[in-house]
């Protein structure tokens, strides 16, 4: 079965620091990446994913992934972060083939002091 | 319309209650889900339907009852819940095509037992 890790599980940055957050999934076939975050409070919102084509993704909010198929890893990045950008952050693998349903990594918390 | 809607937003019930969560979509999709999420935890799968049909229980205790009237709806009934319970319960939805899946997000019932 597959796993996902995010190794990073509390970060805290203050405003406009640069943001790396770690992905790391073991499976070794094609695989459907993708992005999620929650703010306090509120529900899922899909932030990137990534299916096929250019490794680095660009989504909302002014996030972007690498990824990285020698390295099994999809991680996220954003260049200068707000103090809205506070929220968890989960990673997501589904293999592509079988059953399609999401492995989800056991999420980031992210704190940005203003 | 890439939309999961699901009612009601928030629920409060007892023990004793009996009560149903709504979720729908119009995209199509034959697969959909139930996932339960305690704060800050990732989504944990519950229920797959597929084809209208219960493809996966994920072991999931006999008080939560998911049911699939047609391919745009999925319920879920709740009877003689234990305060444990309490949490963001989410629906999702998704289609194969071309061999890749993309689960989309309705924005959660928070259901609170007392």
């Known amino acids: 079965a597959q796993s996902v890790s995010q190794h990073n599980h509390h970060v805290i940055l203050s405003e406009a620091a640069s943001l790396e957050l770690g992905c790391n999934y073991s499976y070794g076939g094609t695989v459907n990446l993708f992005w999620y975050v929650q703010y306090p409070g509120q529900h899922l919102q899909l932030l990137l994913k990534y299916f096929s084509g250019d490794p680095l993704v660009k989504g909302i909010k002014g996030f972007e992934a690498e990824f990285i198929k020698s390295k099994f890893s999809f991680n996220l990045r954003k260049p200068s972060v707000q103090w809205s950008d506070t929220a968890e952050y989960f990673c997501?693998?589904?293999?592509?083939?079988?059953?399609?349903?999401?492995?989800f990594g056991r999420g980031t918390s992210l704190i940005v002091h203003p | 319309d890439t939309e999961v809607t699901q009612t009601p937003k928030h629920l409060v019930m007892g023990m004793t209650n009996k009560k149903s969560l709504k979720c729908e979509q119009h995209?199509?999709?034959?697969?959909m889900y139930w996932y339960k999420q305690k704060a800050k935890k990732p989504p944990e799968l519950m229920f797959v339907y597929s084809y209208e049909k219960l493809s996966i229980n994920e072991s999931v205790p006999s008080r939560f009852s998911p049911e699939c009237p047609n391919s745009s709806l999925l319920n879920l009934h709740l009877h003689a819940l234990q305060p444990e319970d309490s949490a963001l319960y989410l629906c999702?939805?998704?289609?194969?095509?071309?061999?890749?899946?993309?689960?989309?997000f309705g924005p959660g019932t928070r259901l609170t037992v007392l």
């Open positions: 999702a939805s998704s289609q194969v095509l071309a061999g890749v899946a993309e689960q989309f």
């Open positions: 995209m199509g999709h034959r697969a």
């Open positions: 997501a693998v589904n293999p592509s083939g079988g059953s399609y349903i999401p492995t």
